[in-house]
């Protein structure tokens, strides 16, 4: 059996729905689990599975447990004989929003040579960023609602209203604003500004349909049901943190096999070979029979559990064929033949 380490916390305005999300994980995954827990200082704690409460957090009492390093090969914590190491197969990336999805996380595991699920640097980059994940989509060939950016407080739109405002680099809601009017333009944008130079208008459609679909890829594509999600014109920061703690599997979407099949299709296509080693969940409109993508959630709230029939199954599988990490032998041998020509 996989023993793996949740890694979670982090310094991003969602650090607490990634702590929600650990409690649920520790629930739902049969496996041998470690908690690591980043807190606002970028400091690593090994906490016990029986202190995953939120609580634990908030009051800091974290700070009672052992404090780790992250070095080559892993991670570390002071012990009688010097130092030991935490012992798994597997971390997965449980960092919501900065330092997790913008890809952070995944640089310096794999700098330190650390087996992760989760985001590689790449696929962190282009779906943390509302702007790039847009520009990926019509690059591969999948469609996109019309969209507008604007930058450095600039509050010339030309899109026409409802839009609805987002800032490019946050995801859970947060600063997101649904505007009818000009009169309600200039306050959305002051508060979208504080979370972001750079913001993302789109046109705001009444009564789209939407649903969720993850996947993965472990020797073949691993694919969820389809979900429509609960509705309101906009999940707020609030629902949206009440749901990453699901772990009870939801419905299927009461939809055509066709639907089912052409977001499937799409779902390939921004996985492709960018989020091996993932678990993912692409959020999808649905507007006269078209397929448009609205977001890619590279991390998703719990990982999406509630939207697979066997959630310990897909999690064992892409942890069996996660990224092969290419090997590069340095030998000097260039500096070599150089000293050896000139005799010295």
Do not use: W
Not at 40 to 68: E, I, P, Q, T
């Amino acid at each position: 059996m996989m023993k793996y380490a949740v890694v979670f916390g982090g310094v991003s305005f969602e650090h607490e729905i990634s702590i929600v999300s650990a409690i649920a994980l520790k629930d739902v995954l049969n496996s041998d689990l470690e908690f690591i827990f980043i807190d606002k200082f970028r400091d690593f704690y090994h906490v016990d599975s029986s202190n995953m409460k939120s609580k634990y957090f908030s009051s800091g009492d974290y700070k009672k447990a052992d404090k780790l390093n992250l070095k080559q090969g892993g991670f570390y914590k002071k012990s009688f004989m010097g130092e030991k190491k935490v012992e798994f197969d597997v971390a997965i990336n449980l960092v919501h929003g900065g330092d997790g999805e913008d890809g952070k996380l995944a640089s310096i595991f794999e700098f330190f040579g650390v087996k992760f699920i989760g985001p590689r640097v790449e696929g962190s980059v282009l779906s943390f960023n509302k702007l790039f994940t847009k520009l990926y989509a019509k690059e591969i060939g999948v469609k996109v609602l019309d969209y507008e950016v604007l930058r450095d407080r600039n509050t010339n739109l030309t899109l026409p209203y409802p839009v609805i405002i987002k800032p490019s680099r946050l995801g859970s809601s947060i600063g997101v604003s649904i505007v009818r009017n000009k009169e309600e333009l200039e306050y959305a944008l002051d508060v979208a500004y504080e979370y972001d130079n750079e913001i993302v208008v789109e046109p705001f459609v009444e009564g789209v349909k939407e649903y969720n679909l993850a996947g993965s890829f472990g020797k073949d594509f691993i694919l969820s049901i389809v979900e429509e999600p609960q509705k309101a014109e906009f999940l707020d920061f609030e629902k949206k943190y009440m749901d990453f703690s699901r772990t009870e599997q939801v419905l299927k979407a009461d939809i055509d096999d066709s639907l089912i099949e052409n977001m499937k299709s799409e779902f390939k296509k921004i996985y492709g070979t960018l989020f091996r080693g993932a678990i993912i969940r692409c959020d999808f409109f649905v507007i006269d029979g078209e397929v448009y993508l609205n977001e890619i959630n590279p991390i998703p709230g719990s990982y999406a559990n509630y939207l697979f029939e066997d959630f310990n199954n897909v999690v064992d599988e892409v942890s069996s064929n996660l990224p092969r990490v290419k090997v590069i032998d340095i030998e000097y041998n260039y500096i070599n033949s150089i000293v050896k020509a000139k005799g010295k």
